[in-house]
Protein backbone atom coordinates (compact mmCIF):
# COMPACT_ATOMS: atom_id res chain seq x y z
CA UNK A 1 0.00 0.00 0.00
CA UNK A 2 1.49 3.46 -0.51
CA UNK A 3 0.79 6.17 1.57
CA UNK A 4 1.10 10.13 0.81
CA UNK A 5 4.86 10.19 2.75
CA UNK A 6 5.57 7.60 -0.30
CA UNK A 7 4.59 10.22 -3.08
CA UNK A 8 7.98 12.50 -3.22
CA UNK A 9 9.88 9.36 -3.64
CA UNK A 10 7.37 8.17 -5.90
CA UNK A 11 7.28 11.71 -7.96
CA UNK A 12 11.38 11.54 -8.01
CA UNK A 13 10.71 8.12 -9.67
CA UNK A 14 8.52 8.82 -12.47
CA UNK A 15 10.35 12.03 -12.94
CA UNK A 16 13.22 10.40 -13.96
CA UNK A 17 11.51 8.05 -16.08
CA UNK A 18 9.76 10.49 -18.02
CA UNK A 19 13.24 12.06 -19.11
CA UNK A 20 14.40 8.86 -20.22
CA UNK A 21 11.23 8.06 -22.45
CA UNK A 22 11.75 12.27 -23.64
CA UNK A 23 15.51 11.16 -24.77
CA UNK A 24 14.49 7.86 -26.27
CA UNK A 25 11.57 9.13 -28.25
CA UNK A 26 12.99 12.77 -29.20
CA UNK A 27 16.75 12.69 -28.25
CA UNK A 28 15.90 15.55 -25.92
CA UNK A 29 15.77 14.77 -22.05
CA UNK A 30 13.31 18.08 -21.68
CA UNK A 31 11.03 17.43 -24.65
CA UNK A 32 7.82 18.57 -22.67
CA UNK A 33 7.90 20.40 -19.10
CA UNK A 34 4.34 18.59 -18.33
CA UNK A 35 3.48 15.42 -16.70
CA UNK A 36 -0.44 15.04 -16.93
CA UNK A 37 -2.15 13.12 -19.86
CA UNK A 38 -1.86 13.48 -23.10
CA UNK A 39 -5.07 14.71 -24.71
CA UNK A 40 -5.94 13.74 -28.16
CA UNK A 41 -5.95 16.75 -29.72
CA UNK A 42 -5.90 17.39 -33.25
CA UNK A 43 -6.02 21.32 -33.48
CA UNK A 44 -4.48 22.53 -36.60
CA UNK A 45 -2.99 25.30 -35.01
CA UNK A 46 -1.44 23.11 -32.83
CA UNK A 47 -0.01 21.14 -35.88
CA UNK A 48 3.55 22.09 -36.32
CA UNK A 49 4.20 21.15 -32.38
CA UNK A 50 2.92 18.05 -32.88
CA UNK A 51 4.41 16.11 -30.05
CA UNK A 52 3.03 18.52 -27.40
CA UNK A 53 -0.19 19.47 -28.48
CA UNK A 54 -1.78 17.07 -26.28
CA UNK A 55 -0.15 18.25 -23.48
CA UNK A 56 0.00 22.09 -24.33
CA UNK A 57 -3.66 22.21 -24.82
CA UNK A 58 -4.76 21.95 -21.17
CA UNK A 59 -2.14 25.09 -20.66
CA UNK A 60 -3.71 27.02 -23.38
CA UNK A 61 -7.65 26.28 -21.91
CA UNK A 62 -6.79 26.92 -18.18
CA UNK A 63 -5.11 30.10 -19.65
CA UNK A 64 -8.28 31.35 -21.88
CA UNK A 65 -10.59 30.18 -18.75
CA UNK A 66 -8.97 32.30 -15.77
CA UNK A 67 -8.89 35.67 -17.63
CA UNK A 68 -5.90 37.18 -16.04
CA UNK A 69 -5.20 40.74 -16.87
CA UNK A 70 -1.91 40.95 -17.83
CA UNK A 71 1.33 40.42 -14.99
CA UNK A 72 -0.64 38.55 -12.96
CA UNK A 73 0.76 36.31 -9.45
CA UNK A 74 -0.30 32.91 -9.68
CA UNK A 75 0.68 29.33 -7.83
CA UNK A 76 1.13 26.20 -9.41
CA UNK A 77 -0.18 24.00 -6.69
CA UNK A 78 1.90 20.62 -8.14
CA UNK A 79 3.65 22.24 -10.90
CA UNK A 80 5.86 19.12 -11.88
CA UNK A 81 8.09 20.33 -14.53
CA UNK A 82 7.04 23.76 -14.11
CA UNK A 83 5.11 23.06 -18.03
CA UNK A 84 1.94 24.93 -17.55
CA UNK A 85 4.22 28.05 -15.52
CA UNK A 86 6.35 28.57 -18.52
CA UNK A 87 3.79 28.32 -20.92
CA UNK A 88 1.42 31.45 -18.80
CA UNK A 89 4.61 33.18 -18.78
CA UNK A 90 5.59 33.23 -21.93
CA UNK A 91 2.03 34.42 -22.90
CA UNK A 92 1.17 36.78 -20.00
CA UNK A 93 4.29 37.65 -18.14
CA UNK A 94 3.55 37.86 -14.67
CA UNK A 95 5.31 36.55 -11.29
CA UNK A 96 4.96 32.62 -10.79
CA UNK A 97 5.44 30.02 -7.41
CA UNK A 98 5.06 26.46 -8.21
CA UNK A 99 5.32 24.17 -5.90
CA UNK A 100 6.07 20.34 -6.27
CA UNK A 101 6.94 17.19 -3.69
CA UNK A 102 9.78 16.27 -6.12
CA UNK A 103 12.83 17.49 -5.77
CA UNK A 104 13.64 16.01 -9.03
CA UNK A 105 11.10 17.98 -10.43
CA UNK A 106 12.21 21.08 -8.77
CA UNK A 107 15.84 20.93 -10.53
CA UNK A 108 14.24 20.63 -14.03
CA UNK A 109 12.16 23.32 -13.13
CA UNK A 110 14.67 26.04 -12.23
CA UNK A 111 17.34 24.49 -14.89
CA UNK A 112 14.29 26.05 -17.47
CA UNK A 113 13.77 29.08 -15.70
CA UNK A 114 17.58 29.75 -15.84
CA UNK A 115 17.74 29.02 -19.05
CA UNK A 116 14.73 30.87 -20.32
CA UNK A 117 15.82 33.98 -18.36
CA UNK A 118 12.57 34.08 -16.43
CA UNK A 119 14.32 32.55 -12.78
CA UNK A 120 13.39 36.05 -10.81
CA UNK A 121 9.99 35.82 -11.42
CA UNK A 122 9.32 31.73 -11.90
CA UNK A 123 10.19 30.75 -8.35
CA UNK A 124 9.97 26.99 -7.64
CA UNK A 125 10.25 24.94 -3.91
CA UNK A 126 9.56 21.82 -2.62
CA UNK A 127 5.98 22.17 -0.72
CA UNK A 128 2.98 20.89 -0.22
CA UNK A 129 -0.05 22.52 -0.91
CA UNK A 130 -1.29 21.65 2.42
CA UNK A 131 0.89 24.03 3.84
CA UNK A 132 1.10 27.61 4.14
CA UNK A 133 1.21 29.34 0.64
CA UNK A 134 1.11 33.06 1.01
CA UNK A 135 -2.27 34.90 -0.24
CA UNK A 136 -1.99 37.50 -2.92
CA UNK A 137 -2.31 35.21 -5.96
CA UNK A 138 -4.30 36.20 -8.93
CA UNK A 139 -5.07 32.36 -10.03
CA UNK A 140 -4.20 29.08 -8.32
CA UNK A 141 -3.70 26.15 -10.93
CA UNK A 142 -3.59 22.97 -9.88
CA UNK A 143 -3.63 20.18 -12.91
CA UNK A 144 -3.48 16.61 -11.88
CA UNK A 145 -1.98 17.21 -8.25
CA UNK A 146 -5.57 17.37 -6.17
CA UNK A 147 -6.60 13.74 -6.88
CA UNK A 148 -3.36 12.71 -3.81
CA UNK A 149 -4.98 15.34 -1.36
CA UNK A 150 -6.20 13.28 1.46
CA UNK A 151 -8.95 15.79 2.61
CA UNK A 152 -10.08 18.12 0.20
CA UNK A 153 -11.54 20.39 2.82
CA UNK A 154 -8.34 20.79 4.49
CA UNK A 155 -6.69 21.55 0.60
CA UNK A 156 -9.37 23.59 -0.91
CA UNK A 157 -9.67 25.69 2.28
CA UNK A 158 -6.14 26.47 1.95
CA UNK A 159 -6.18 27.38 -1.42
CA UNK A 160 -8.80 29.17 -1.11
CA UNK A 161 -6.56 31.43 1.31
CA UNK A 162 -3.59 31.75 -1.36
CA UNK A 163 -5.84 33.61 -3.25
CA UNK A 164 -6.80 37.55 -3.20
CA UNK A 165 -10.46 38.20 -3.21
CA UNK A 166 -11.92 38.10 -6.90
CA UNK A 167 -8.98 35.74 -7.45
CA UNK A 168 -9.56 32.24 -9.22
CA UNK A 169 -8.69 28.54 -8.23
CA UNK A 170 -8.56 26.50 -11.65
CA UNK A 171 -8.58 22.50 -10.95
CA UNK A 172 -8.36 20.00 -13.76
CA UNK A 173 -8.43 16.09 -12.40
CA UNK A 174 -9.84 13.20 -12.78
CA UNK A 175 -13.25 12.83 -10.73
CA UNK A 176 -15.49 10.31 -10.14
CA UNK A 177 -19.27 10.12 -11.06
CA UNK A 178 -19.45 7.49 -8.12
CA UNK A 179 -18.43 6.05 -5.26
CA UNK A 180 -15.90 4.01 -6.50
CA UNK A 181 -14.77 1.92 -3.01
CA UNK A 182 -18.57 0.50 -3.19
CA UNK A 183 -19.04 0.50 -6.63
CA UNK A 184 -15.45 -0.51 -8.44
CA UNK A 185 -13.60 -1.62 -5.11
CA UNK A 186 -11.04 -3.55 -7.20
CA UNK A 187 -10.41 -0.48 -9.17
CA UNK A 188 -10.44 1.48 -6.46
CA UNK A 189 -7.74 -0.48 -4.58
CA UNK A 190 -5.49 -0.12 -7.57
CA UNK A 191 -5.30 3.42 -7.45
CA UNK A 192 -5.12 3.33 -3.61
CA UNK A 193 -2.16 1.28 -3.66
CA UNK A 194 -0.46 2.06 -7.06
CA UNK A 195 -1.22 5.80 -7.20
CA UNK A 196 -1.20 6.94 -3.20
CA UNK A 197 -4.56 7.74 -3.26
CA UNK A 198 -6.02 7.49 0.19
CA UNK A 199 -9.58 8.51 -1.41
CA UNK A 200 -10.87 8.80 -4.75
CA UNK A 201 -12.85 12.15 -4.89
CA UNK A 202 -16.16 12.67 -7.25
CA UNK A 203 -16.86 15.51 -8.86
CA UNK A 204 -19.94 16.14 -5.86
CA UNK A 205 -16.96 15.76 -3.29
CA UNK A 206 -14.98 18.70 -5.45
CA UNK A 207 -18.58 20.86 -5.85
CA UNK A 208 -19.01 20.83 -2.22
CA UNK A 209 -15.83 21.20 -0.92
CA UNK A 210 -15.13 24.39 -3.07
CA UNK A 211 -18.83 26.06 -1.61
CA UNK A 212 -17.66 25.16 1.74
CA UNK A 213 -14.27 27.13 1.06
CA UNK A 214 -15.92 30.28 0.42
CA UNK A 215 -15.14 29.54 -3.31
CA UNK A 216 -18.21 30.27 -6.19
CA UNK A 217 -18.10 27.69 -9.31
CA UNK A 218 -18.37 29.96 -12.31
CA UNK A 219 -16.87 27.28 -15.44
CA UNK A 220 -16.95 23.69 -15.49
CA UNK A 221 -16.20 21.48 -18.21
CA UNK A 222 -15.72 18.16 -19.05
CA UNK A 223 -12.60 16.61 -21.06
CA UNK A 224 -13.55 13.19 -20.58
CA UNK A 225 -13.87 12.79 -25.10
CA UNK A 226 -10.37 14.02 -25.28
CA UNK A 227 -8.77 11.06 -23.20
CA UNK A 228 -8.66 7.82 -25.08
CA UNK A 229 -9.03 4.71 -22.92
CA UNK A 230 -7.46 1.35 -24.72
CA UNK A 231 -9.52 -1.40 -25.15
CA UNK A 232 -10.28 -3.90 -21.98
CA UNK A 233 -8.42 -6.81 -23.84
CA UNK A 234 -5.32 -4.59 -24.26
CA UNK A 235 -5.95 -3.30 -20.83
CA UNK A 236 -6.36 -6.86 -19.44
CA UNK A 237 -3.12 -7.96 -21.25
CA UNK A 238 -1.55 -5.18 -20.13
CA UNK A 239 -2.33 -5.29 -16.38
CA UNK A 240 -1.41 -8.95 -16.26
CA UNK A 241 1.77 -8.14 -17.45
CA UNK A 242 3.01 -5.49 -15.73
CA UNK A 243 1.28 -7.52 -12.12
CA UNK A 244 3.68 -10.06 -13.02
CA UNK A 245 7.09 -7.70 -13.30
CA UNK A 246 5.85 -6.21 -10.12
CA UNK A 247 6.22 -8.56 -8.09
CA UNK A 248 9.64 -10.06 -9.42
CA UNK A 249 11.49 -6.97 -9.83
CA UNK A 250 13.25 -5.63 -7.09
CA UNK A 251 14.91 -2.25 -7.93
CA UNK A 252 12.83 0.48 -6.15
CA UNK A 253 12.40 2.83 -9.65
CA UNK A 254 11.50 0.32 -11.43
CA UNK A 255 8.72 -0.54 -9.48
CA UNK A 256 7.82 2.73 -8.95
CA UNK A 257 6.99 2.62 -12.91
CA UNK A 258 5.27 -0.42 -12.95
CA UNK A 259 2.90 0.76 -10.24
CA UNK A 260 2.21 4.13 -11.68
CA UNK A 261 1.39 2.19 -14.83
CA UNK A 262 -0.79 -0.41 -13.03
CA UNK A 263 -2.62 2.67 -11.59
CA UNK A 264 -3.01 4.54 -14.72
CA UNK A 265 -4.28 1.09 -16.46
CA UNK A 266 -7.29 1.01 -13.33
CA UNK A 267 -7.71 4.82 -14.15
CA UNK A 268 -8.03 3.93 -18.06
CA UNK A 269 -10.78 1.65 -17.31
CA UNK A 270 -12.71 3.02 -14.81
CA UNK A 271 -12.66 6.28 -17.87
CA UNK A 272 -13.98 3.53 -20.34
CA UNK A 273 -16.68 2.43 -17.76
CA UNK A 274 -17.59 6.20 -17.55
CA UNK A 275 -16.94 6.09 -13.54
CA UNK A 276 -14.29 8.58 -13.84
CA UNK A 277 -14.26 11.92 -15.86
CA UNK A 278 -11.48 14.42 -16.64
CA UNK A 279 -13.30 17.60 -15.54
CA UNK A 280 -12.13 21.65 -15.07
CA UNK A 281 -13.43 23.37 -12.28
CA UNK A 282 -12.95 26.86 -12.33
CA UNK A 283 -13.89 29.26 -8.98
CA UNK A 284 -14.06 32.10 -8.04
CA UNK A 285 -12.98 33.87 -4.54
CA UNK A 286 -16.06 36.31 -3.11
CA UNK A 287 -15.59 39.84 -2.30
CA UNK A 288 -13.55 40.77 -5.47
C1 LIG B 1 0.64 14.24 -12.36
S1 LIG B 1 1.75 15.46 -11.79
C2 LIG B 1 1.12 16.87 -12.65
C3 LIG B 1 2.15 17.95 -12.73
C4 LIG B 1 1.75 19.24 -13.45
N1 LIG B 1 0.59 19.87 -12.85
C5 LIG B 1 1.52 18.98 -14.91
O1 LIG B 1 0.40 19.20 -15.37
O2 LIG B 1 2.45 18.56 -15.58
C6 LIG B 1 1.20 15.72 -10.11
C7 LIG B 1 1.96 16.81 -9.37
O3 LIG B 1 1.32 17.03 -8.11
C8 LIG B 1 2.30 17.22 -7.14
N2 LIG B 1 1.70 16.95 -5.82
C9 LIG B 1 1.04 15.85 -5.37
N3 LIG B 1 0.66 16.02 -4.10
C10 LIG B 1 1.07 17.26 -3.74
C11 LIG B 1 1.00 18.03 -2.53
N4 LIG B 1 0.42 17.55 -1.42
N5 LIG B 1 1.54 19.27 -2.52
C12 LIG B 1 2.14 19.79 -3.63
N6 LIG B 1 2.23 19.11 -4.79
C13 LIG B 1 1.72 17.86 -4.84
C14 LIG B 1 3.42 16.27 -7.53
O4 LIG B 1 4.64 16.65 -6.92
C15 LIG B 1 3.42 16.49 -9.04
O5 LIG B 1 4.20 17.61 -9.35
Redesign the pocket.
Known amino acids: MMTSDQ ?1 PDY ?1 NWLSRYVQLTNWLSYHDRFAAF ?3 KRLGIQAAEHAERRRTAGLEYVNGRLLALARLQPGPRVL ?6 G ?2 IFHWQSRIGGRYEG ?4 RV ?1 LAVAEREARRRGIADVCRFRV ?4 EPLGHDFDAVVA ?3 LI ?1 SPDLDRTLPHLAGALQPGGVLLVLDDMATCGLDRHRPVEADLLRRHWGCARYWTDDDYRDALDRAGLLLIHEEDLSALVRPRREEILNRLELTYSVLHRRIPLPGARTVISAYLGGIALERLHGLGDVHYRLLVARKMGG
Open positions: LYTMHDAGCGFGTITLSQQSYDIESH
